[in-house]
């Protein structure tokens, strides 16, 4: 999972099931759907994905039935926790710097809170989530939102990892080396993390 690499200031978080979010960001009602991601094989996410989320959509590049915006939202709004989706439409946020895609229905973060409020349980989107916080630079928020989903997948080795780059972005190094440990001994092939830490001397090789 690649972090962002640009920096966008104004969003709010609407994290919780509020009522105050719930008016913000809208029903998860929808006139198809909406579908769980995480089912793919036992419903039809196809249907949506080939008319709506082409390679072009995805790559951020343009739409494929309307505005590059508008094909996301309809994805998103059959299947909230599309976490592809969920990754570009974040992605052409921070490229563009615009807190709302043209042609979306609401801001970046209401697709987030929709997916979280349809799927509680979806570490996925709530690292994704993090990717995009961090991005921001709201790495308070990206800490939460990590933490939360390596509770739900504590053996994902990239999850782990991104935590751990949060806690680091907060010079919490005991924490950042104590995620970075995890990731690798689950096989996380990058060592940019461990290397950053070997840089600040907070990097301890276990004993032999």
Not at 157 to 178: F, H, Q, S, V
């Amino acid at each position: 999972m690649k972090l962002l690499p640009y920096l966008l200031a104004g969003t709010v978080l609407l994290t919780s099931t509020s009522a105050q979010a719930l008016n913000y960001c809208g029903e998860l009602k929808n006139h198809y759907g909406p579908l769980d991601y995480r089912k793919r094989g036992q419903v039809n996410l196809e249907i949506v994905e080939g008319a709506h989320f082409t390679p072009e959509v995805e790559a951020g590049i343009k739409g494929n039935t309307s505005y590059l915006g508008g094909d996301i939202d309809y994805t998103l709004r059959a299947i909230p926790n599309h976490v592809r989706a969920l990754a570009t439409l974040a992605m052409v946020s921070l490229r563009d710097k615009q807190v709302k895609v043209p042609a979306t229905k609401w801001p970046v973060e209401c697709y987030f809170n929709r997916a979280i409020r349809f799927a509680p349980d979806d570490a996925a989107v709530r690292a994704t989530y993090g990717n995009y916080l961090l991005a921001l630079g709201k790495t308070n928020e990206a800490v939460t939102m990590f933490t939360s989903a390596v509770e739900l997948q504590p053996e994902d080795p990239t999850i782990n990892y991104n935590t751990g780059l949060a806690y680091l972005r907060k010079k919490e190094y005991d924490k950042a080396r104590l995620y970075a440990k995890k990731a690798y001994e689950l096989g996380f092939p990058l060592p940019g993390l461990k290397n950053k830490l070997v840089e600040a001397g907070k990097w301890e090789e276990p004993a032999q």
